[in-house]
């Protein structure tokens, strides 16, 4: 159980951000990944990106969705200021 709370605590920091508008386009992207809508995945996490280019959970997840859509090319480069 402890462990359970530690890793909850972690994600908690690691998915955190002060714009709430950002947080909203990351659960439009996580949401879209579970529904193996990668294409809306890759916008909404790219939306986010644009506004926060070192937010790297999202820069993360947009490379996982660029992968399940074939383009390793896009999924290996990470491009931050």
């Not at 530690?6 to 714009?19: D, G, K, L, R």
């Not at 659960?27 to 996490?45: H, N, P, S, T």
């Amino acid at each position: 159980i402890f462990a359970k709370l530690v890793e909850q605590f972690i994600w908690s920091i690691w998915t955190s951000h002060s714009n709430v508008k950002l947080l909203e386009f990351l659960a439009e992207g996580q949401a879209a990944l579970l529904d193996c809508d990668y294409d809306k995945a890759v916008a909404a996490f790219t939306t986010v990106l644009n506004e926060d280019p070192v937010y790297v959970e999202v820069l993360n997840r947009r490379a996982t969705a660029y992968f399940y859509l074939g383009n390793t090319e896009k999924c290996f480069a990470v491009s931050v200021p």
